[in-house]
């Protein structure tokens, strides 16, 4: 849950990143609803600007020494993350409004996410808990191993780790959904508290509609670097 401007400090390409996310461009810009029932908006942005966050992205994916710890299969919590995966995809495909369209959430072994989707990696050797970079959705094994073990020292069971497990995940799908990169790239300095709510807003709406409880939020506050 850090901050996605740490997340593009620490990236591969750091120096265009950087520079690219210091640009002053504008305010905040339009919104559009994400779904009836949801409480969460997009922010709306340009094709100029849609170009400019995939360059971002392409710019983090050209360190290969770094994606080769961030192959997804390889991670012991890959069943759980990929069941998770697999819950959201059907809500995403209901989600409207959303510009460009997201079809779909893949869990990927390396680089780069396809057209319309978002793409998560679980990496070894993270600093932050969990990060979002455009619609490229970065989980440390680390923290989600922490996770597990915080739920297990406050005797909780499996329910409520997948339940902390599915609130950092969707928020940080729900910054790539939401287009909160278009924030930063507008020159926004620091990522706001509204976006962060906002993230969290759309991780329970989905856990919500998907049917998982919240007992395990809580925790995963605790032990993910929040806010």
Known sequence: MQKLLD?????????????ALALAI????NVGQVSADSKSAAVSISPTEKSSLEGLEGSS?????????????ASPFYPDVSGLVGKINPVIGKM????PPVNEVALLDAPPRGENSV??????????????????????????????????????????????????????IGHAVLNHSALKLRGDAKFGLPQELEADQFALDVMAAVGISTKGVETARSVADVY
């Open 7 to 19: 997340f593009v400090k620490n990236a591969p390409g750091t120096g265009l990143v950087a520079v």
């Open 96 to 99: 409207a409004d959303i510009s």
């Open 119 to 172: 793409g998560v990696f679980l990496c070894n050797g993270m600093s932050a808990s969990a990060n979002a970079l455009y619609r490229t959705v970065s989980l440390s094994n680390d923290f989600i191993g922490r996770l597990k073990e915080a739920v297990r020292a406050n005797g909780g069971g499996d329910d409520e780790f997948v339940s902390g497990l599915a609130f950092v995940l969707y928020h940080e």
């Open 26 to 29: 504008s305010a905040c810009g």
């Open 61 to 73: 994916y050209q360190n290969s020494a770094q994606w080769r710890d961030c192959v997804s299969s």
